[in-house]
């Protein structure tokens, strides 16, 4: 489970969360929905690391990592979604999957012997892995092409592909169906399903609420920095103070 408990964000005089506790809990879809300026992304950096809350705690698979960077986190299971970034669009999709593994240095006198044989096997491996994830989402064809050629959808699928090369148990997805044209919001959906299967867990902010609907076991709803709802997401959606919200209207 990924854990926030009473995160409070304050930028200068603004705060932007305020005392809000989020459970996601592991096995499902948490969504974190609310109008623009909500803090869904604030939460999201401090869930996934990249900021650190004023006070309050982040707590993944029960230990506290509210201080712990991303990569940190990365390395204790929990993955987060980039968008591709300009350096990346420049590879080639198989080469982008092959860029987001960390190096593990051997060290020691005798492993500087067998570390050239070593080194290939990691790769050969790394080629495999990422050949299996491709093939999941009709990539592999595209292999050798370079990424900036993909499609929106298809850029979801392969930062998507990225993040699972660390194989993690549990992912933040940052609106998974933004620049991605409607009609291909489906094979995302299919495929984060198909990885739930799999025994992986999600949290997601997303304003598509076709998305959220579709996939989210739970939802946040959230509002000038507080929790406004949480529950299924018929049940969030048909709470008044969600609707006061998006519409802008005092409650
Ligand atoms: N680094 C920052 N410095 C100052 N204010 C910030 C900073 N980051 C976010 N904010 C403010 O905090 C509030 C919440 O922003 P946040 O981006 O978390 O909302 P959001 O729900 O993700 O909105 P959107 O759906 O528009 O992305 C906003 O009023 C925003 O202007």
């Known amino acids: 489970m990924l854990e926030g408990r009473n995160l409070t964000v304050r930028y200068g005089g603004f705060t932007a969360l305020n005392d809000l506790s989020v459970q996601l809990r592991s096995g499902m879809v948490t969504g974190l929905i609310g109008p623009n300026g909500a803090g869904k992304s604030t939460l999201f950096s401090v869930l996934a690391g ?26 204790l299971g929990l993955g987060r979604s980039f968008q591709l970034s300009r350096d990346l669009a420049g590879l080639t999709v198989l080469e982008n999957l092959l860029v987001a593994q960390p190096q593990r240095v051997l060290e020691g006198i005798g ?18 892995k990422a ?39 549990f992912i933040l997805l940052d609106e998974p169906s933004a620049g991605v044209n409607p009609t291909r919001i489906g094979e995302i959906t299919e495929f ?27 939802v946040y709803a959230l509002a000038e920095g507080k929790l406004v709802a949480e529950g299924t997401f018929q049940a969030v959606t048909a709470n008044d103070d969600v609707a006061r919200a998006y519409l802008g209207v005092g409650a």
Not at 111 to 128: G, P, T, W
């Open 50 to 75: 990249s900021v650190v809350p004023t006070t309050g705690q982040v707590l993944f698979g029960g230990e506290d990592v509210t201080s712990r960077p991303p990569v940190l986190r990365a390395r």
């Open 111 to 128: 492993a500087a012997l067998f570390r050239r044989r070593a080194i290939k096997a990691r790769q050969a491996h790394m080629i495999e």
């Open 131 to 169: 050949r299996g994830l491709l093939l999941r989402v009709d990539l592999w064809r595209l292999a050798d092409q370079p990424s900036a050629a993909l499609s929106g959808g298809q850029k979801k699928l392969l930062d998507l592909c990225r993040v699972l090369m660390l194989e993690p148990s």
């Open 192 to 218: 984060i399903r198909s990885l739930v299967a799999d025994g992986v867990s999600f949290g997601m902010v997303e304003h598509n609420m076709g998305m959220v609907a579709a996939l989210c076991d739970q």
